[in-house]
């Protein structure tokens, strides 16, 4: 049953060795709020926060804007030179 209004109960095809695990109400919920986690559609803003966080904690570390942007040209130098893929 529900926990809440903002959320709903659904049916999804397990393999029947996991049904165990799954009589648990605990994990019931755990496997719910991380389904649902995986198949929110993400934000800009999420990912701006993400991209602003990892940003700074580079820069806390000594990574510098110059040095992500020589190791950026070289990645892209090493793709332009590699061959094409089987």
Known sequence: MP???RTVD???PVGADVVPALEDAATRAR???LVSRMLR???VEDLAATIAALKAEAHRRGLTDEI????LTAYNAE???APPPR
Do not use: M
Request: hydrophobic letters at 25%; glycine letters at 6%; a negative charge.
């Open 10 to 12: 659904v049916a999804i």
């Open 3 to 5: 926990s809440d209004t």
């Open 79 to 81: 793709r332009r030179d």
């Open 41 to 43: 559609p993400p934000s």
């Open 31 to 33: 496997i719910g709020r």
């Open 68 to 71: 992500v942007d020589e190791e």
